[in-house]
Structures are given as structure tokens and as C-alpha cells.
């Protein structure tokens, strides 16, 4: 079956950086459409960022210039950098990957604190 295994959340400092991995399992990683959401406390879960399997990429206006998506079919993997964070980039990140279905992780913790 199709699994999706995140990794790379922690608390960081504000203007600090994380990247955020997610490997695939189960699925011809290489044909599919990936992507980024996050959720935060009391809200709903938004688009961060995705890619295509041709590498076209989109981001939310909220990250652009501050956030890359890549992918790395040999390994199976996207990952999100992440740079500059804000206070209010604070949510469970989880990757999606767009198959016959979507699939979803188990979503990673990002926590940015002083």
C-alpha cells in the first residue's frame, strides 16, 4: 500500500529555517503530482506548495519567495525548504501525493517561537 512518511518538523526561531522531507512508498513516485498543506489550530487546511511530475512548481502568495518545494524521484522523496519562518507559519505540514487518489502523511509538527 502507499505510504508517505514526513520528517523534519521542530520549534525554530523566527527568520530561522527547516526542511521538511517526505518519502513515498507504494506508488510510481515519478508520474505523480506532489504536494505541501498545512493546518493550523483552528483552521482549515491550505496549499502551501505543489509540484508536478515535470517539475512545474505553485505556492501559496503567503510563502512565496520564502518556501521551495523539490523532488527527488530516485529517492522517491519532495522535500519543502523553508526559510525566513514566521510566527504564523505554525501548523502540522503534511505532504500529499496525487495518484489514482490522494494519499496523505501523518504530517510533521512546525513550531516557530521566540
Known amino acids: 500500500q502507499v505510504q508517505l512518511v514526513e520528517s523534519g518538523g521542530g520549534l525554530v526561531q523566527p527568520g530561522g529555517s527547516l526542511r521538511l522531507s ?3 512508498s507504494g ?3 515519478s508520474i505523480c503530482a506532489v504536494a505541501w498543506y498545512r493546518q493550523a489550530p ?3 487546511r ?3 506548495a505543489a509540484i508536478t511530475s515535470g ?3 505553485n505556492y501559496a502568495d503567503s510563502v512565496k519567495g520564502r518556501f521551495t518545494i523539490s523532488r ?3 529517492k522517491n522523496t519532495v522535500y519543502l525548504q523553508m ?3 514566521k510566527f504564523e507559519d505554525t501548523a502540522v505540514y503534511y505532504c500529499s501525493v496525487i495518484g489514482s487518489q490522494n494519499y496523505w502523511g501523518q504530517g510533521t509538527q512546525v513550531a516557530v517561537s521566540s
Do not use: H, Q
Open 22 to 24: 517526505c518519502a513515498a
Open 27 to 29: 506508488i510510481i513516485f
Open 42 to 44: 483552528g483552521k482549515e
Open 46 to 48: 491550505e496549499l502551501v
Open 55 to 57: 517539475g512545474n512548481t
Open 72 to 74: 527527488d524521484n530516485a
Open 83 to 85: 526559510n525566513s519562518l
